[in-house]
């Protein structure tokens, strides 16, 4: 079985690599889970997990005359299989996008649940492709209009191919009484309920600094405590790991919105 998730906003600084990474572990309870930093353009899972100075990346299987492989760029920490993603700016200017298709594909084959931390904005085609070749996406949110507002255009844009949404996260949550109105709204407009609502946490904070995943540095945080919520309300789904690679490796390359 597999099942490729694209951990989505549409703005940044919402807390997406922070709640990719608490899904992940809370999900590696159940399931073998891969996590991949799709944001090429600014990656930084490296800081989350401490594989900063690691040797191999996505960004490295992205080049045209790559001599790595997948199986390289794959580092096991924290219970998940983790890519890392280089921040190198001239690397990002000469990688091929597309050569992500058949990187997802190799990985599909070896693991139960696939995550795929992406771009924060709709700018580029490598910001796209993650939603495009998902199965479905899991948008992260902050209480606010605005945020709700750029969450809908990643849903809409995800949908006209084909991906649909898997639920919503409220992240960073501070006043209660304000995010129960927020999430009714949230409910009429997104395709997937409300997953959970994160807290806003000092320990989601000093996580980030000691680069460690959230459940790692803090399992007993009431952010972490959420996540484990919200882990348990995604109902996996169970795709064949053959025709999943299939569809990854033929899928259609998106025009840049």
Do not use: W
């Amino acid at each position: 079985m597999v099942e490729a998730l694209a951990v989505a906003s549409g703005k940044g600084g919402v807390g997406k690599t922070t709640s990719t990474l608490a899904l992940g572990m809370a999900l590696a309870d159940e399931y073998d889970v891969t996590v991949v930093d799709a944001d090429t353009g600014m990656a930084n899972l490296c800081f989350h997990t401490g594989l900063a100075d690691a040797n191999t990346t996505l960004q490295d299987l992205l080049l045209d005359d790559a001599d790595a492989t997948v199986e390289d760029a794959v580092y096991e920490r924290f219970g998940l299989s983790l890519v890392p993603c280089g921040t190198s700016l001239s690397a990002f200017r000469e990688a091929d996008p597309t050569l992500l298709r058949e990187v997802v594909a190799e990985l599909a084959a070896d693991t139960d649940v696939l995550l795929l931390d992406s771009a924060a904005a709709l700018g580029s085609q490598s910001a796209v492709l993650p939603l495009v070749l998902a199965d479905r996406t899991v948008v992260v949110l902050q209480p606010t209009i605005p945020s709700l507002s750029d969450g809908l255009k990643v849903q809409e844009y995800a949908r006209s191919y084909g991906t649909e949404t898997a639920g919503v996260l409220f992240n960073r949550v501070r006043d209660d009484e304000a995010i129960d109105r927020v999430a009714e709204q949230a409910e009429r407009y997104f395709g997937g309920p409300t997953l959970a609502t994160i807290p806003e946490s000092d320990a989601a904070r000093a996580a980030r600094r000691a680069g460690e995943p959230l459940l790692a540095h803090a399992p007993d945080s009431d952010a972490a405590a959420a996540y484990r919520r919200a882990a348990g309300r995604l109902e996996i789904q169970d795709g064949d790991e053959g025709a999943v690679a299939d569809r990854f490796r033929s899928a259609v390359i998106p025009e840049s919105p």
